[in-house]
């Protein structure tokens, strides 16, 4: 019986588009047995298994324009640009004005891990399924933390940064865990190799406070090109499907035009119609 996964990097607000792909998931149906969540991948996924079609569609085009979401001010009042208990918490609890529908994501058979990267060594720590409950977000938080643009997010005293610098393409866990056919959703195209003065800036801030996780974002851009180098051998083999954006239309991590969100949203939707041909050959 094959086995099948789905990867999703994240990206911040770039990750509209596996938004998309999701949506278009749910639309047909289309069931994965694992889903691996890492940064604003996490939030794309939760959703796909919760079966609420457009709710992160939603949080990206309207929520993410109000201040306490997303500011300079959330900055200047707790340190971090983006509110991530505004996000998982006052929006996404029972009593929201958004809610998840946690019910249906715990009943719903898929797995999920979530990647994060612990901020005192720089090792990355994987959360699943059962470290998420009713009002307890706690895990998707942690790997959304953005270093320098956000604190680190407490967890049991544990200070937790985005996945994405420990183990930005869990590939190879995929790989280990038994899974045959692969989804990955990229946020930058499939050609985009990551060069080392991107973090170099950040993990110079970060050296005093976290000197073990400055060193591995220093060194994320060795890591991720290293994994897409798993990934496109393994797309060669047929094993795996890469799903990327043609372009990013304006869209960065922490920055966002509407149209833009809704051009990389329906590059999502497009993108999506090769799935159900790949998962069943």
């Given at each position: ?100 529908d946690y019910p249906a994501f715990a009943a719903n058979p898929t797995d999920f891990t979530v990647v994060t990267c612990d901020a005192r060594n720089g090792h ?158």
């Amino acid at each position: 019986m094959t086995r099948t996964a789905m990867i999703d990097v994240g990206g911040g607000y770039r990750s509209i588009f596996g938004a998309g792909i999701m949506d278009r998931m749910l639309d047909e149906g289309v069931t994965v047995d694992k889903c691996f969540g890492v940064s604003a991948g996490t939030a794309n996924m939760i959703n796909y298994m919760s079966g609420q079609r457009g709710r992160t569609y939603t949080f990206y085009t309207d929520f993410s324009t109000r201040k306490e979401y997303a500011s300079a001010e959330n900055f200047a009042k707790i340190h971090s640009y983006v509110d991530l208990d505004y996000v998982y918490s006052t929006l996404s609890n029972s009593d929201g004005e958004f809610p998840l529908d946690y019910p249906a994501f715990a009943a719903n058979p898929t797995d999920f891990t979530v990647v994060t990267c612990d901020a005192r060594n720089g090792h990355a720590v994987y959360f699943n399924k059962s470290d998420i409950s009713q009002d307890n977000y706690d895990v998707l938080k942690a790997s959304s933390a953005v270093p320098v643009a956000c604190e680190p997010y407490l967890i049991d005293d544990v200070p937790y940064y985005d996945g994405g610098i420990a183990d930005p393409i869990p590939v190879e866990m995929a790989v280990s865990e038994g899974y045959d056919r692969i989804i990955l959703i990229l946020t930058h195209r499939r050609d985009f190799i990551r060069q080392p003065k991107k973090d170099a800036a950040p993990a110079r801030i970060l050296r005093h406070r976290y000197p073990a996780a400055a060193e591995r974002l220093k060194n994320r851009y060795r890591t991720y090109n290293e994994e897409m180098q798993v990934a496109a051998r393994l797309a060669a083999e047929g094993r795996l499907l890469i799903l990327a954006p043609e372009d990013l239309h304006g869209l960065n991590t922490l920055s966002k035009n509407l149209d833009g969100l809704n051009a990389m949203y329906q590059e999502g939707l497009s993108a999506a119609k090769a799935i159900p041909g790949f998962l069943a050959r």
